[in-house]
């Protein structure tokens, strides 16, 4: 069975750092694109960050180009979404999705072109 299992969020103070974790397992790790989403109450799930190990690349929303890092720990399964310099317009429920296609710049922020989801850890930036 596919699971993607996030963790990591909290409350957080304007200025401060979180880092997200997303675990998978049932999969090959390595054969997937890894994204990760966000959704703040009253709005559309966005596209935060793609690692597409297919393409080599790593992609980001410009909302959070310059603050979050996105990486991974293969050994562990877990990709990781470093959040730096947080602001409150960042307050919403982070989720990691995996997909098998190759993902690219004009592609990766679609989030129904991901196959699997995870449930969601809610991160809220304080003013």
């Known amino acids: 069975e596919v699971q993607l299992v996030e963790s990591g969020g909290g409350l957080v103070q304007a200025g401060g750092s979180l880092r997200l974790s997303c675990t998978a397992s049932?999969?090959?790790?390595?054969?997937?694109?890894i994204g990760w989403f966000r959704q703040a109450p009253g709005k559309e799930r966005e596209g935060v960050s793609c690692l597409s190990r297919k393409g080599s690349n790593t992609y980001y929303a410009d909302s959070v180009k310059g603050r979050f890092t996105i990486s991974s720990d293969n050994a562990k399964n877990t990709v990781y979404l470093q959040m730096n310099s947080l602001k409150p317009e960042d307050t919403a429920v982070y989720y990691c999705a995996a997909d098998r296609a190759l993902k690219l710049s004009s592609s990766w922020p679609y989030s129904t072109l991901y196959d699997y989801w995870g449930q969601g850890t809610q991160v809220t930036v304080s003013s």
């Open positions: 049932g999969f090959t790790f390595d054969d997937y694109e």
